[in-house]
């Protein structure tokens, strides 16, 4: 049925654009904003925003018809049902999105077996003090994505709010890392536990645990064939070697980082290494290069 759909607005745009050409470029606009998200092109579905810029389409082919098309013109009340519906449905948003509380308690009553929507709201726990609550949700995330190392990384670091090692969890993790390939959810929580670390802000955990799970992502082969990836793992490497003082070490992963990548932000943060420890020699030769690279490139 939403195929025949699909086919009939098609046709529609294409028969009337040099009729009512305002109706067909209203039409169309709303099927080019949603390339995006509904072809081959891998982007995250299901973000509300993305269908705002395509609406203006739709409200615009809506207006324009009830004004201009003929025998449609006289039947402008049909803008008070739209105009009620509207307004119905942006209170009934600002009800939900009152707070991020209630929009995450919403979000996970009508969609419980989301991960991404389960690791928010264990976030937000966490944030409010609920580790135990939010442990529990990263429990279930795991059941549902059982090639993630992502989440066992997750909760090994709120186990550790809670002054809990989780040693089993981290051996898990290390052999999803080495086993699958590393997604974005993967790297920020690599991310997290690195920070927790850094900071000491966790006795369970140290350095040498971070640089375990981030030398079992290098046993992947799949993620030294993703450029953005192999180079964030690279920088990985880098900060460790810079925790555990080796200095050296710790600027070549960074520089094998930005050749592998081409992320310059890299660079950027060599630079602020270096000048946090005092090597301000070192951090003019890497301001150098990268001004090489930007004098070299398009801008």
């Not at 705002?52 to 004004?67: C, K, N, P, R």
């Not at 990384?153 to 993790?173: R, T």
């Not at 710790?250 to 060599?270: C, H, P, W, Y």
Request: hydrophobic residues 50%; contains cysteine; charged residues 15%.
């Amino acid at each position: 049925v939403l195929m025949l759909v699909l086919l009939a607005v098609l046709w529609v745009i294409w028969v009337g654009r040099h009729k009512v050409p305002v109706l067909s470029f209203g039409l169309a606009w709303v099927l080019v904003s949603h390339l995006l998200e509904s072809t081959f092109i891998p982007l995250e579905l299901v973000f509300e925003h993305r269908n705002y810029l395509a609406a203006a389409g739709l409200l615009l082919a809506l207006v324009y018809s009830l004004f201009h098309v003929p025998g449609i013109q006289r039947l402008p009340l049909v803008l008070v049902p739209v105009l009620a519906g509207l307004i119905v449905m942006t209170h009934s948003r600002a009800q939900e999105w009152q707070s991020e509380n209630m929009m995450l308690a919403i979000g996970v009553t009508d969609h419980p077996d989301s991960p991404r929507l389960l690791t928010e709201y264990a976030s937000y726990l966490m944030e409010i003090g609920h580790a135990q609550e939010a442990i529990n949700q990263l429990a279930r995330v795991a059941e549902l994505q059982p090639e993630e190392p992502g989440t066992l990384i997750h909760e090994v670091v709120f186990k550790c709010a809670l002054e809990q090692s989780a040693p089993d969890l981290l051996a898990q993790a290390e052999a999803r890392l080495a086993r699958y390939p590393a997604s974005t959810y993967t790297l920020n929580a690599l991310g997290l536990m690195l920070d927790v670390v850094s900071k000491e802000n966790c006795k369970a955990l140290t350095i040498d645990d971070f640089s375990r799970l981030v030398d079992a992502t290098f046993r992947q082969p799949k993620n030294l064939q993703i450029a953005e990836t192999h180079g964030f793992l690279l920088r990985f490497k880098g900060m460790a070697n810079f925790q555990n003082g080796q200095y050296a070490q710790a600027v070549i992963d960074f520089r094998e980082g930005f050749d592998a990548s081409g992320n310059t932000a890299i660079l950027t943060e060599l630079i602020t290494y270096q000048i946090q420890i005092g090597r301000l020699d070192d951090a003019q030769d890497s301001l150098a290069a990268l001004k090489a690279v930007n004098d070299a490139s398009l801008g």
